[in-house]
Structure formats: structure tokens, C-alpha cells
């Protein structure tokens, strides 16, 4: 019988549940801030160095712990408690950053105190991120895990556009240290979004190993899986080839366009815009079981509106029509890279088992480490080329790979993730009814949709799928 919701309320269908609302709220708020903070960060580097060598130093020093502390961030994020660990690190990054907005309250700030913080916030960010991502599916019934994947992206491109405008335009009245300490409220707002989410079924992992076990374990799961292999592999082309085009961004709006520093809001501002109607897209998006289709309709439309925002000058028109070209095209590249990035995430969730679901979204996220190896050739490349060319040819170096990926793997082109049957239940709302002795865990598994995969077989490729109750009945609230 076809559904008679309107399209926004299929959008934010997620949302119609209570916990993932709590976890909404929270998640838009830590980003908000996170968002706002990463502008004054660059912009009081540069101003306590006046040396533009200071932003790299910055950036890689965010970069490196998602290389060297995601994966073991993947490990906590299974042993214990998602919810309490990300209390936890919230309240670590508020507390230093209430640290470093009053040093330059005081105008105590030293360059070596900003390093140490961003330090701080990547490892951070590095042990939370997969306790986050592993989090979602557990928040919401199995039918509505795409929607909410969708829209927790799709909140992390608004505050791309809401964050960094704030920042700039308060720093003039408010100085920016007053503006860095409204950030710590943000934070802690984000924190006590997590009170309301239940404390039972957060935890994945049912016995502990060695730390080194499990961390390998989470390895040796995804060399296992050729396709969560091929997904991941294929995800990585992202912050080699598209992420590093935000950094030159400078370059099209001083020297490319002509247009003046507004021109650089504008460009991020695009891409943020094409982000979020892209998440939006992608939320609607979960009963299309070709997911293969849409991972390459996404790769087409951003490698393709790339390259015409690259060339937009050299087709004949004036500067202010050029920019309108790059810009409106740029923005139209973030909209097939999200479609691309949340298909792609989505079906990582759907395929993962729930045991090592933290394990194998930090070996994602360890992708984002690689973004300074495509960062320097492609900036090294625009001093020798120009960025136009530049980021022509690497636009249409990422297509190229991207479809290389789906030419050699059958099991990329055929990919189908069958959208998961209407479930009454989320997995954390069961197990609370489980540990208050109000259901069965029999009555978990059919209310969670569970029995229901287990008797008429996987939707999805067969991957070992255990219980998330069982373990909360053991250990408690961990």
C-alpha cells in the first residue's frame, strides 16, 4: 500500500524518534561548535604567527590522531558504554576549550597553547567519532537506520554553513574570545542532549579480549569482507581527491575569479548548501536497494561539476558569470559527493556486524587521515599549474578511479542492500524493556525485526549479525 506521508515527513522520519531526537539535538550542537571553533582556530593562528605555515601545522595536527587513534577509539567505542564515552570526551573538549578561551580572554594565548588544544580535539575526536557513528543504528528502528545516517550528515553540512558564519560575524563586536567561550557552551548543550538517551544497549562487545586482539580482530573482520574491503577502499577517494579542493579555494577567489574575499564564503557556503540538499536527498533515498546506482549517479555528478567549476573561466564569459558558474557548479559537486559519502556510509552499516560496527567505523574514519597525502601534491601541483588545471585533472583523475572500482568489481556494480522490514522497536528501546523485565529477549528479537531476518534470511550479504541485548543483560549498565 504506498505510503500517504508527506516527502518532508518521510525526510525526517528519524526524527519522529525520541532518542534519536535527543541525539540530533547533541550532535548538532558539538558540530556547531566544532565548526565555528575550526574558523577562529585558523584565524587566530595566523594571527598570533603571521605566518601561513601555522594553518598546515594546524590542519595536520588534527589530521594525524584520526591515523594513529581512530582504531583504538574503534575498541572503546565496542568495550563499553557508547553513551557514558561520549559524555566523557564531550566534557574533556568543552573543559579545554574553556581553557583556551580564557587564556585569550586574558591575552595570554600563546601559538604552542592553540597546537596543544587542536591536539586535544583530534584525539578527541578520533576515540568519539566511531562511538558516534556506531551509535545511530542502535537509536532508531532497522527501517529508518538510512534515514537517520542521512540526516546526521546532513546536520554536519548545515553547521559548515551556520558555523563559520557566526564565528566571523561575531568576532568584529564580541572580540574572539568571547566567541570561542560561546563555543563551550555548545558543547556542554551537546552533553546534555545525551542524558535523556537510554543507558542500556550501548554496549556491542559480549566478552573482552586483549586490547591488541581486539583491535586486530576489527582488521582482520574487513580484510575478511571483500566488499566492506571494495566500500571502504572506494570511500578513501574521497579526502584523496575531492577533500582537498576546499583548501584551494582561496586561490579560485583571489586569483581564479577575481572576486574578492567574499567570494570564499560564498564558495563554502555553496558547498555546505550542496551537502545538506544532498543528505536531504539521500534521506529519502533508503527503499532504493540498487545502491550501487546511486554511489555512481553521486560520483558522476561531483567529478563532472568539478571540473566545469574549475574551467568556468575559460569558457568565454565575464569574471562575475565565471563565478556564478563555478559557484552554482560547486555546489551541485558537494550534492553528488554526498549522495556518494551517505550511500556509501549507510551501506557499511547495513553490512557491519554489530559486535565490531565501532571497530570498523573507525578503519573509515582512518580514511580522513590520508586527506594531507592528497593535500600536498594537489597545493604543490597548483603553485606549478594553476588551480584550474590542477583541480581539473584531479576531478577527473577521482571519476576515473571511482570507475575503475565498479569496472572490476561485479559486486560493486550489482550492490543491493534490500531496505530492512518495518521493526516496533530500536534495539536500545528493547534492551531497556529487557533489563526492566517487561519483554522477553525472544520478544526483543521479533520487536527489533531480528526474527523476522533470521527466519526468512539476510536482506543484506550474510554477515554474522549477534544480539545487542545480550550483552547489556550481562554486563549491566557497564
Do not use: C
Not at 572506494?234 to 583571489?254: D, K, N, R, T, Y
Not at 603553485?383 to 584531479?394: H, K, N, W
Amino acid at each position: 500500500m504506498p505510503s500517504t506521508r508527506s516527502p518532508v515527513s518521510q525526510t525526517f522520519a528519524a526524527l519522529r524518534e525520541r532518542d534519536f531526537a535527543w541525539y540530533f539535538v547533541g550532535h548538532t550542537s558539538f558540530f556547531l561548535a566544532m565548526q565555528m571553533n575550526q574558523l577562529l582556530r585558523g584565524y587566530l593562528a595566523f594571527e598570533l604567527t603571521n605566518a601561513a605555515v601555522a594553518l598546515g601545522l594546524i590542519a595536520v595536527t588534527m589530521a594525524l590522531p584520526m591515523l594513529l587513534v581512530a582504531p583504538l577509539g574503534g575498541v572503546i567505542a565496542d568495550r563499553y558504554n557508547k553513551r557514558t564515552l561520549l559524555m566523557a570526551v564531550q566534557l574533556f573538549v568543552a573543559a579545554v576549550n574553556a581553557v583556551l578561551a580564557g587564556l585569550i580572554i586574558a591575552d595570554l594565548i600563546e601559538f604552542w597553547h592553540l597546537l596543544a588544544g587542536t591536539l586535544g580535539l583530534g584525539v578527541s575526536i578520533s576515540i568519539a567519532m566511531p562511538a558516534r557513528q556506531a551509535m545511530v543504528p542502535a537509536l532508531v528502528p532497522q527501517h529508518r537506520m538510512m534515514n537517520a545516517i542521512s540526516l546526521q550528515m546532513g546536520s554536519m553540512n548545515l553547521t559548515r554553513i551556520v558555523g563559520p558564519a557566526a564565528g566571523g560575524l561575531l568576532i568584529a563586536p564580541l572580540g574572539i574570545g568571547v566567541v570561542w567561550a560561546s563555543g563551550v557552551v555548545l558543547y556542554l548543550v551537546a552533553v546534555a542532549a545525551l542524558i535523556p538517551l537510554p543507558r542500556f544497549g550501548m554496549v556491542a562487545t559480549r566478552e573482552h579480549a586483549s586490547f591488541r586482539t581486539e583491535l586486530s580482530d576489527g582488521f582482520r573482520y574487513v580484510a575478511n569482507q571483500p566488499l566492506l574491503r571494495l566500500l571502504m577502499a572506494a570511500g578513501m577517494m574521497m579526502p584523496l581527491f575531492a577533500f582537498p579542493v576546499q583548501m584551494v579555494l582561496p586561490v579560485f577567489a583571489e586569483e581564479v575569479f577575481e572576486q574578492g574575499p567574499g567570494a570564499l564564503g560564498a564558495l563554502m557556503a555553496a558547498a555546505g548548501i550542496g551537502g545538506l540538499i544532498g543528505a536531504l536527498i539521500a534521506a529519502n533515498l533508503e527503499r532504493v536497494s540498487r545502491k550501487s546506482i546511486i554511489l555512481l549517479v553521486g560520483t558522476v555528478i561531483m567529478s563532472i561539476s568539478y571540473v566545469v567549476f574549475a574551467q568556468s573561466t575559460s569558457l568565454g564569459l565575464a569574471r562575475p558569470s565565471a563565478f556564478a558558474l563555478g559557484l552554482v557548479m560547486f555546489g551541485v559537486g558537494n550534492v553528488g559527493g554526498m549522495l556518494f559519502m551517505t550511500t556509501n556510509d549507510s551501506t557499511i552499516q547495513a553490512l557491519v556486524s554489530d559486535e565490531l560496527r565501532g571497530r570498523v567505523m573507525s578503519l573509515l574514519m582512518m580514511s580522513f587521515g590520508v586527506m594531507p597525502l592528497g593535500i600536498l601534491p594537489l597545493t604543490l601541483a597548483v603553485d606549478q599549474f594553476g588551480a584550474p588545471a590542477t583541480v581539473a585533472v584531479s576531478s577527473t583523475l577521482m571519476l576515473a578511479s571511482l570507475l575503475l572500482f565498479f569496472a572490476l568489481s561485479s559486486r560493486l556494480r550489482h550492490l543491493r542492500v534490500e531496505a530492512l522490514a518495518h521493526a516496533e522497536l530500536s534495539p536500545v528501546q528493547a534492551a531497556a524493556l529487557v533489563a526492566d523485565g517487561k519483554i522477553s529477549r525472544e520478544d526483543a528479537e521479533r520487536l527489533t525485526g531480528r526474527r523476522s531476518q533470521r527466519a526468512h534470511g539476510a536482506t543484506t550479504p550474510a554477515i554474522p549479525d549477534p544480539d545487542p541485548i545480550e550483552p547489556v543483560m550481562q554486563r549491566g549498565l557497564d
